[in-house]
């Protein structure tokens, strides 16, 4: 997926990396419960804009992956702690613009989205040190380009000055019919999806995600409420773009 070669940009975010702060370039949070929308609005509004998509959830997969690589147990804090904290975590573009994950500096080459990797990532979410631990890479995330970022805490915790904040939401079913497509998507024709077991999977991660005592996924005081219950994407990222548009972040405006 991605080549561990040269990339420009590690420079690049080696050397503005204590001066680039959310202030100093547009950021637009999208935060919602898993399924919710928010990665697709969340892609399409930085592909109008022109700003680079950053998904958050990578880092807690790369997190939840290396541990589950080494063996380390993902409820045991105190090791989970000094595994996230011995090693760098990056998200940048490589010489192809493509975006990626690097830990230690080499790219994460595998496909994180699997499920395994979604319930360890989940799973160490729920580490304050995890979490501190990310605090500065998510803040570092392609900078010093603009961004559309989407996870759970951007608009809360990580990135409290962005210029836009959004909280996607949708009711619980169409969210639960949501992940099981993506789900039979993801594996192709002819593979069963075993509806209960998925739906289960998901109602608890949704409540490990609201629940948690470190950083739950809440709307941000002055986030928009966007609801995603039935309209058409399309519609959703021009109403989406008018707003940014109002707040000066669409260049040329
Ligand atoms: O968005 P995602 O499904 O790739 O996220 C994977 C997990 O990481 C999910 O259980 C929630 C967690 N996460 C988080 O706690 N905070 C974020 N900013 C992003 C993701």
Redesign the pocket.
Same mark, same amino acid.
Not at 55 to 61: A, E
Not at 150 to 154: A, I, P, Q, S
């Given at each position: 997926m991605f080549h561990p070669k040269k990339f420009f940009w590690m420079s690049c975010v080696l050397e503005v990396q204590d001066v680039v702060t959310p202030a100093s370039r547009f950021v637009i949070t999208v %935060?919602g419960l898993?399924a919710s929308g928010k990665?697709s609005i969340a892609r399409q509004l930085a592909q109008r804009l022109g700003f680079v998509h950053f @998904? @958050?959830?990578? $880092?807690?997969?790369a997190v939840g992956w290396e541990a589950l690589e080494r063996g380390i147990d993902l409820l045991d804090d105190r090791v989970l702690g000094a595994f996230v904290e011995s090693h760098s975590w990056e998200v940048g573009l490589d010489s192809s613009g493509r975006g990626g994950v690097f830990i230690d500096g080499r790219a994460v080459a595998v496909d994180? #989205?699997d499920a395994r990797i #979604?319930e360890a990532? #989940?799973c160490v979410?729920t580490s304050r040190r995890v979490?501190q631990a990310l605090v500065q890479p998510?803040r570092q995330a392609y900078a010093p380009h603009p961004i559309v970022g989407?996870?759970? %805490? $951007?608009g809360t915790v990580?990135f409290p000055d962005a210029q836009l904040k959004l909280f996607v939401e949708a009711p619980e079913q169409l969210r639960i019919s949501r992940r099981i497509k993506q789900w039979c998507e993801a594996r192709g024709e002819g593979v069963i999806a075993d509806e209960a077991v998925l739906q289960a999977e998901i109602v608890e991660?949704d409540r490990? %995600?609201a629940e948690?005592a470190i950083?739950p996924?809440v709307a941000a005081p002055d986030a928009v409420l966007v609801d995603n219950g039935g309209r058409a994407l399309t519609e959703v990222v021009d109403y989406l773009y008018t707003l940014a548009s109002s707040r000066g972040l669409v260049s040329g405006v």
């Open positions: %935060d898993a990665s @998904s @958050s959830g990578l $880092l807690y997969r994180l #989205s #979604s990532a #989940s979410a979490r998510q989407e996870g759970r %805490d $951007l990580i991660r490990r %995600d948690r950083s996924t």
